[in-house]
């Protein structure tokens, strides 16, 4: 009988990554994006590797790939397993796929060898978590946990497409989505390995890292109207400069986020509309994103910004208007399932840490809903969303021996 062991090479699992790579809809660079033909194609190919693992297999209502395990002689209970094969346009091969091909390295050793888990598995390849292609995000992993909304259903991608339709055209059944979701009664929880996306494992050389809870988020904008003038001739203790206090708050957001350790907040846009080499400024725009493992720390940081926004407008004589435009809550991971994750790095003799995660996964969705827990793999350069996203073999092993563990004892 093969011993299990052998198929959590993770030598395997990175060619079987590469291969998955091939399915894009852009050659040469890997562009996958939710419900489109390569992620149909990309679906088919995982179906037929699930199946030859001992998976039944179907396509959810909401285009996800489920697969699930459950020989003779498991227990009762059924543990998720899962992440999202959609990508961002030219991604890395590695997010999100990872955690695909993990869970599938694992149910590939236990029916190989011949081994019953304690607990019925079920795979989910997870087809929308980027958020790329349509507006709305997380909707075929909100589904699983009992949360559709059936608004994301006429979402529209930027060529006028509906989500409804692209859903016919994947070949989705068509099933009501508010009807799959999974009996907290019967699930055990929702297990996700994932790369970091970060440095700090790398930092740290270590090669795996225990999630402590998903980051929170709150998104906004911050729309300033001061005076326009003449560069010339307008004096300087004059002016309602709107770029000069923009700038000034954006400094100011910067040293917020950096009072606190696990705090992170970013203005990723800052815009001139009108502006002209030879005009004082008198509108500006940028956003902001705020995010935090907990939510009273990150909202207290977004309290505290708004405060020093207003006090900069009118320290320069500007009018700003402060809007909050997205927000979801931190999603803390399960200590019992993080601690059995824990437990089993350590039986490997590796050392880890506990450590949040900065961005989203489908493990969000079931905040409340089911225990999540997350095992982070080591990439290098903290290097995510881009062509040289880079996790080495023997660290994807470790992950699935790892997950194997965790499995076999719970």
Not at 10 to 30: N, Y
Not at 277 to 285: D, E
């Amino acid at each position: 009988m093969t011993n299990p062991r052998n198929c959590l090479s993770g030598d395997v699992i990175e060619k079987r990554l590469r291969d998955l790579a091939g399915f894009t809809d852009i050659a040469g660079q890997l562009t996958r994006l939710t419900l489109s033909p390569s992620h149909k194609n990309a679906a088919e190919h995982l179906g037929k590797l699930f199946r030859a693992a001992g998976m039944t297999t179907h396509i959810d209502p909401l285009g996800s790939l489920v697969g699930r395990y459950a020989p003779e002689g498991c227990g009762p209970r059924t543990l998720l397993i899962g992440s999202h094969i959609d990508t961002v346009r030219d991604a890395g091969i590695y997010d999100g796929n990872l955690g695909v091909m993990v869970g599938l390295s694992v149910i590939e050793a236990m029916h190989k060898g011949g081994v019953v888990p304690p607990v019925a598995i079920e795979l989910i390849a997870f087809s929308d978590e980027e958020g790329v292609r349509f507006p709305s995000t997380l909707s075929a992993s909100k589904a699983l946990a009992g949360r559709f909304d059936p608004r994301c259903l006429d979402d529209l991608d930027e060529r006028g497409i509906r989500r409804r339709g692209s859903l016919i055209a994947f070949g989705a059944p068509a099933g009501d989505p508010a009807l799959i979701g999974r009996d907290p009664a019967t699930t055990l929880g929702y297990v996700e390995v994932h790369i970091e996306q970060g440095p700090v494992l790398e930092a740290a050389s270590l090669p795996l890292g225990i999630v402590t809870a998903i980051n929170g988020v709150t998104r906004g904008e911050v729309i300033l109207r001061g005076v326009a003038g003449h560069a010339g001739t307008l004096p300087m203790a004059m002016r309602h400069d709107a770029l000069t206090a923009a700038a000034e708050m954006v400094l100011s957001i910067e040293e917020r986020g950096r009072a606190d350790k696990d705090l992170v907040a970013t203005v990723g846009v800052l815009e001139v509309p009108g502006g002209a080499i030879n005009v004082v400024p008198g509108r500006a725009r940028f956003t902001f994103d705020v995010r935090a493992p907990s939510d009273a720390l990150r909202q207290r940081a977004v309290s505290d910004i708004r405060v020093r926004i207003e006090r900069i407008a009118r320290a320069r004589n500007v009018e700003a208007a402060f809007e909050i435009t997205h927000e979801a809550e931190a999603t803390p991971c399960d200590p019992r399932l993080s601690g059995a994750l824990e437990r089993h790095t350590f039986a490997l003799g590796l050392d880890t840490i506990r450590l949040p995660s900065g961005a989203g996964h489908d493990a969000m969705s079931f905040r409340g809903v089911l225990p999540v827990a997350m095992l982070f793999v080591r990439c290098r350069g903290g290097i995510s969303h881009n062509p040289a996203e880079f996790a080495s073999e023997e660290d994807i092993g470790l992950s699935a021996r790892v997950l194997y563990d965790f499995v076999m004892g719970l």
